[in-house]
């Protein structure tokens, strides 16, 4: 076991995606357009059970990459996931739509945790819906 074969080609494989991932238009052009960029943002988030209307539980997690934008009188943010999941189906879109469904809750949650910090702030906002990036683009 060649342990500096298997570092050259994890370096190979992470420079590639690096590279997929910069050049990417669509995230690109909305991270040079964002007034503010959030990476690693932290939350916490207390679930209501339904019956009770009481916490049940507290979710605690961390968004990827959350984008702020201003535009006219209007603040919008923008979340985005990353995911590193193998590719299941061979059409790229049907991979995507897979992907988006099985992460829907999670975005969800997110957005609705973005959307609760906000207020708490005093500021009104519209959460864009959440975006997720993979590494097969």
Known sequence: YDIQKVYKANIRE?????????CDSQIMDELQTADEIYTELPFEIATIENTTNKPS?????????VM?????????????DYKTNEKT??????????LYN?????????????????????EKINV???????LYR
């Open 68 to 80: 702020r934008f201003k535009r006219d009188e209007e603040v919008q943010y923008q979340i985005w």
């Open 14 to 22: 992470l420079d590639k995606h690096l590279k997929t991932f910069l």
């Open 89 to 98: 189906e061979e059409n790229i879109c049907d991979f995507e739509e897979a």
């Open 57 to 65: 539980s507290i979710v605690r997690g961390v968004m990827d990459l």
């Open 128 to 134: 864009l819906p959440s975006k997720i990036y993979h």
């Open 102 to 122: 099985k992460y829907k809750p999670q975005l969800e949650l997110y957005e609705k945790n973005l959307y609760e910090i906000a207020l708490r702030g005093g």
